[in-house]
């Protein structure tokens, strides 16, 4: 499985666009990256998943260079709710495949 | 999505006892489940992977007498940390991933349960 390097903390204000960068220098040519995020006492949730290029859902963005060696997930305009550590996973396509989490982000949302 | 719950929420027990965490898939089956442990400030560590009707397969370092792992259906997996120690507190996660989703190798976590070895 691809190891990834994320920062290992953030701090940002209520109503700032954040970016957190992965990256993932070994990553395969099946694999999909992913981002969960996990509350305080909580289980980690599925964010979002991109393969190539930028995919963007109800709650961030996810951009992959051309040649996906890393990738930016962007939260835009944060709120202290979204105080949480960010996890960037990456690993292929099969269903009932482990995940490996690395260290992720712990993000601070100050007011 | 769909939902993963963990039964009990929390625990705390006697150096000594075993504890029982229950994982249940509510709206899918769910023929493998993975159980994480996560001490503070750290991340989830992968221990072991559940799979009903076989034995569980256990990450290197991680005993298996230790952590009993039984997938008795499609919908339950139980993590049995046997002859708990103070060592032994943590944070158990477990989950678990859905097949037929839009999604490649999407898991769905449960809540976790925070045991606490006295």
């Known amino acids: 499985l691809a190891k990834t390097t994320q920062p290992i903390s953030m701090d940002s204000y209520e109503g700032q666009e954040v970016n957190i960068t992965c990256s993932h220098n070994?990553?395969?040519?099946?694999?999909?990256i992913t981002w969960y995020q996990q509350f305080p006492s909580q289980g980690p949730r599925f964010i979002i998943q991109?393969?190539?290029t930028k995919v963007t859902n109800e709650v961030a963005s996810l951009f992959i260079p051309a040649d996906r060696k890393s990738s930016t997930l962007s939260l835009p305009r944060v709120s202290l709710s979204d105080t949480a550590v960010y996890y960037c996973l990456v690993g292929g396509g099969n269903a009932g495949n482990m995940l490996t989490f690395g260290g992720g982000t712990r993000l601070m949302v100050k007011p | 999505g769909a939902v993963v719950s963990q039964h009990p929420s929390w625990v705390i027990c006697k150096s000594g006892t075993s504890v029982k965490i229950e994982c249940r898939s509510l709206?899918?089956?769910?023929?493998?489940m993975f159980w994480y442990r996560q001490f503070p400030k750290q991340s989830l560590m992968l221990m072991a992977t559940?799979?009903?009707?076989?034995?569980?397969?256990?990450e290197q370092g991680v005993e298996k007498d230790k952590f009993l792992i039984n997938h008795a259906s499609l919908t339950l997996s139980t993590l049995t940390v046997t002859s708990a120690h103070p060592e032994d507190s943590s944070f158990y996660i477990c989950?678990?991933?859905?097949?037929?989703?839009?999604?490649?190798?999407?898991?769905?976590f449960g809540p976790g349960t925070r045991l606490t070895v006295l």
């Open positions: 989950s678990a991933p859905k097949t037929g989703t839009q999604k490649h190798n999407e898991q769905f």
């Open positions: 709206d899918f089956q769910a023929t493998t």
């Open positions: 991109g393969y190539k």
């Open positions: 070994n990553i395969a040519t099946n694999d999909y």
């Open positions: 559940s799979n009903e009707g076989s034995k569980a397969t256990y």
